[in-house]
C-alpha cells in the first residue's frame, strides 16, 4: 500500500511540474505577444525618421497617355546625395560607388534639363526636391507652353492659323515637367526643419570628405508612392468597369477629375426650368483652380486668386446699386473649376446648357466678359483680348464692349488687343466652340503670361473690380450713375488674406457652416481640383461670394435649413464671436443668396467616351500609401550575415518546433484522473 502511495505522489508531483511548465510557457508567450507590437513600433521608430510634410508627384492619366511618378510595391530606397549646384550631380551619375541614390535637389536646380539627366540614369531611385524659397527670380512652370492645346475652339476648320498657339506662346517659362511620365517617385519637401535634418543626416555620414569614398552606415531615403492606375484613361476606366460588374468587392483604380462650378445671378431666377429665350444674361467668368508637379499643392497665386478675387469684389460692387433688380438683363457670375485640365468646368457648363440641362441655355447670353490673369505690374494696363475670327461677324457687340470697359472712369487703363492675335487660354473658347457669343477677356498681358507674384496693393485689384462692376452695369441696360459703384479695397484685402495667407481668419469663420469649420486651416487652400468634391477652395468661393451678394434673414435656424427653393439658396452660418460671452460662442444667421453649385465633371465621363478627343479625359490614380522616410542603411556584406543568421534561427526554430510537437504528450498532456486510493 505504501508502494502505491509513493507512485500516485509521484504522479501527482509529475502531474504539477508540467503544469506549472506549461503556464510559464504559454504566459511567457502571451507576454511576447502582448509587447510584441509597442516592441516593434519602438523599434521602428528608432531605426526610421518619418517626413510629415512632404507633397507627392502622382499619376495622372488622360485618353492617350500617362502622366507622373510612382514608385515599386514596397517603395523606392537609395542613398541621399544632396545636389546643391550643377557640379554636384556627377556623383549620382557616375562617380558615386553607393547606388541607387535618391537625390535631394535644391529648388533653384528642379528644371527640366536636370530633371532630364536624373531620368535617364539607372542609377536613380528617387529625388526629393526642398522648397525654394524665396521663389525662383526668372519664375518656374511644369506646365505646357500651349496650355490646354486641342481642347479651344481653334482647330484645322475654326481659325487653322491660330491652333497650336501658331501665332502666340502663352506660356514661354512652361518647360513641360508636368506633363512627363518618371518611373520613379518625386517628393516636394515642404518643411525646411526636415529638410535640414536630411542635409545634417548626409553630412555626418554620406558626404565624400576630401575625395574620399564614405563608409557604412549610410544615410538612406525611402519614398513609397505606388500608383495602381497605368497607361490611358481609357484603360484604367475599362478596368475600374469591369471590376464594378464583376467582382463583389471592385477596386476602383482611377477616378475621374471633377468638382463644382460656383454660379450665382445679379437677379434671381428659377433653376427648375429654362429661361424664356427672349431673356438675356451677361456672363462673366474666371477660374478657381491652378495646377503644379506635386498633388494638392497649387498655390495659383496669380493665376487665379487674383482673377477670382477681383470677381468677387466686382459682385459685390455692383450688388450695392439702387436699381439691379430693374435692369432690362441679368448677370451671370460664374466660377469655373478644373479649367487647368483641359476646360473640365466650362466645357461642362456649356454642354449643359446646350443639352437644356441648365436653367440658361446659350441662346440667353448676351455677351461674355472674362478675367484672366490680372494681377497688375506698375503698367497699371488691362488688355481685352477677342477672337479675331467671330469679330468679323461681330464687330458691333464687341465694339459695345470695348466701349463699356474702356469707359470705366478709374486709374487703369484698359487697351485692345488688335483683330490679328487669337484669344488667350480661357472659358470663353468652349463657349465660341458651341455659338458665335461677343465676347472679350481681360489680361495684365498683350501677349504671353507674366509670371509676377501679387505684389501689388489691394487697390490696384479694386481698380479692376471696379471697372468690371461698372462695366457690367452698363452692359446689362443700366441707366443710373455707373461712376458710383466702386469695389472696397478693404474686402479684397480680407480675400487676399484669406486665400493667400490663412484661410482659419474670423471673417471666414463667420461666413461658412458650422459643419464646414474643419476646412480652414493656418495656411491658404490648395487650388488643385482633386476628386473629391466640393474641395476647400469651392466651399470658400461659395461662401464668400454668399456673403457679398446674399442678404442676412431674421429665418430661425430651422426654417432656414428647410428654405431652399428654386430662386434662392439658404444657408445657416456660424456667424461672429458673441462680444458680450465669455466663452467662444458665437452669433449664427441665415443668409439668402443666390449662389450655387453646378458639376465641374467632364462631358467625356457622362457619355462613357474615355477617349474623348472633344472633351477633357483626366483622371488620377489611386494608391494606398503617401510617406517618406530616412534612415541608416548598412553594407551589403552585414546585410547579407543579417540574412544568414536569421535563415539559421529560422531553421533551428522550424526543428525546435518539430522536437516539441513530436514531445507534446509528454510536455503538455494533462495526467489521468488517479481515481481512488486502494488500501
Not at 528642379?110 to 524659397?133: C, H, N, W, Y
Not at 444674361?281 to 495646377?291: F, N
Not at 467662444?584 to 474623348?612: I, K
Request: glycine share 6%.
Amino acid at each position: 500500500m505504501a508502494a502505491i502511495e509513493e507512485e500516485e505522489m509521484g504522479s501527482s508531483c509529475s502531474w504539477r511540474i508540467r503544469g506549472v511548465t506549461e503556464l510559464l510557457l504559454r504566459g511567457l508567450l502571451l507576454c511576447a505577444l502582448a509587447a510584441g507590437s509597442g516592441w516593434c513600433n519602438s523599434v521602428e521608430r528608432k531605426i526610421y525618421i518619418p517626413l510629415n510634410r512632404t507633397a507627392t508627384c502622382v499619376r495622372l492619366m488622360n485618353a492617350t497617355h500617362q502622366i507622373g511618378c510612382q514608385s515599386s510595391m514596397n517603395g523606392d530606397t537609395g542613398v541621399i546625395h544632396v545636389v546643391e549646384k550643377q557640379e554636384d550631380v556627377q556623383w549620382v551619375l557616375s562617380d558615386g560607388p553607393h547606388p541607387p541614390y535618391i537625390v535631394l535637389l535644391d529648388g533653384e536646380l528642379f528644371t527640366r534639363g536636370m530633371m532630364d539627366q536624373l531620368k535617364e540614369s539607372p542609377r536613380i531611385s528617387g529625388v526629393a526636391v526642398a522648397i525654394a524659397k524665396p521663389r525662383p527670380v526668372k519664375g518656374f512652370s511644369p506646365g505646357s507652353r500651349c496650355p490646354n492645346d486641342g481642347f479651344g475652339v481653334y482647330n484645322s476648320t475654326y481659325g487653322p492659323q491660330y491652333a497650336h498657339c501658331n501665332n502666340m506662346e502663352w506660356n514661354p517659362l512652361g518647360n513641360g515637367l508636368f506633363y512627363e511620365d518618371f518611373s520613379f517617385p518625386i517628393f516636394l519637401l515642404q518643411d525646411e526643419n526636415e529638410t535640414e535634418v536630411i542635409k545634417q543626416c548626409y553630412q555626418t555620414y554620406n558626404f565624400p570628405h576630401n575625395g574620399s569614398v564614405p563608409q557604412y552606415p549610410l544615410c538612406a531615403m525611402q519614398l513609397f508612392s505606388h500608383m495602381h492606375a497605368v497607361t490611358s484613361t481609357v484603360t484604367c476606366m475599362r478596368r475600374t468597369s469591369l471590376q464594378s460588374t464583376f467582382s463583389i468587392n471592385p477596386e476602383v483604380i482611377c477616378d475621374p477629375l471633377s468638382d463644382y462650378n460656383v454660379w450665382s445671378t445679379l437677379k434671381p431666377i428659377n433653376v427648375s426650368t429654362n429661361l424664356n429665350s427672349t431673356e438675356k444674361v451677361i456672363m462673366v467668368a474666371t477660374r478657381i483652380d491652378s495646377h503644379s508637379m506635386f498633388w494638392n499643392v497649387a498655390p495659383g497665386a496669380e493665376s487665379a486668386v487674383a482673377s477670382f478675387v477681383t470677381h468677387l469684389a466686382a459682385a459685390e460692387a455692383i450688388h450695392k446699386a439702387p436699381d439691379i433688380q430693374t435692369l432690362p438683363k441679368n448677370i451671370m457670375f460664374t466660377f469655373f473649376q478644373g479649367e487647368s485640365f483641359d476646360y473640365i468646368g466650362s466645357s461642362r457648363m456649356a454642354y449643359d446648357m446646350q443639352k437644356n440641362k441648365f436653367p440658361i441655355r446659350l441662346e440667353n447670353i448676351d455677351c461674355f466678359l472674362e478675367l484672366g490673369q490680372i494681377a497688375l505690374t506698375n503698367s497699371s494696363v488691362l488688355w481685352m483680348h477677342t477672337d479675331p475670327v467671330s469679330q468679323k461677324s461681330l464687330s458691333v457687340e464687341v465694339t459695345n464692349l470695348f466701349s463699356r470697359c474702356s469707359t470705366s472712369g478709374t486709374g487703369v487703363e484698359v487697351q485692345e488687343i488688335g483683330s490679328t492675335q487669337a484669344l488667350p487660354p480661357s472659358s470663353f473658347q468652349r463657349f465660341l466652340k458651341l455659338k458665335e457669343i461677343p465676347g472679350v477677356v481681360l489680361a495684365d498681358h498683350k501677349t504671353s503670361f507674366q509670371n509676377n507674384y501679387v505684389t501689388e496693393t489691394a487697390e490696384s485689384l479694386a481698380e479692376v473690380a471696379t471697372v468690371v462692376a461698372r462695366a457690367l452695369y452698363q452692359l446689362a441696360g443700366g441707366s443710373g450713375n455707373a461712376s458710383a459703384i466702386q469695389a472696397d479695397p478693404r474686402t479684397v484685402t480680407r480675400m487676399l488674406y484669406g486665400f493667400l495667407v490663412r484661410t482659419n481668419n474670423s471673417w471666414f469663420q463667420s461666413i461658412i457652416k458650422p459643419d464646414l469649420k474643419g476646412i480652414l486651416e493656418n495656411e491658404p487652400p490648395p487650388y488643385y481640383i482633386a476628386v473629391s468634391k466640393p474641395v476647400n477652395a469651392t466651399y470658400l468661393v461659395h461662401y464668400v461670394l454668399a456673403n457679398l451678394t446674399g442678404a442676412v434673414t431674421n429665418l430661425t435656424k430651422e426654417q432656414c435649413l428647410n428654405s431652399d427653393g428654386d430662386l434662392y439658396e439658404y444657408a445657416w452660418v456660424q456667424g461672429p464671436q458673441d462680444p458680450n460671452s465669455t466663452t467662444s460662442s458665437r452669433l449664427p444667421f441665415c443668409v439668402r443668396s443666390t449662389v450655387r453649385l453646378t458639376s465641374a465633371s467632364s462631358p467625356a465621363f457622362e457619355l462613357q467616351d474615355w477617349g474623348s478627343t472633344q472633351y477633357s479625359t483626366w483622371t488620377e490614380s489611386r494608391w494606398k500609401e503617401l510617406h517618406a522616410r530616412i534612415f541608416l542603411v548598412a553594407s551589403r556584406q552585414l546585410e547579407i550575415i543579417t540574412l544568414v543568421v536569421g535563415i539559421v534561427i529560422l531553421i533551428i526554430s522550424f526543428v525546435a518546433t518539430y522536437f516539441i510537437n513530436a514531445k507534446a504528450d509528454v510536455l503538455f498532456t494533462t495526467p489521468r484522473d488517479s481515481g481512488a486510493v486502494a488500501y
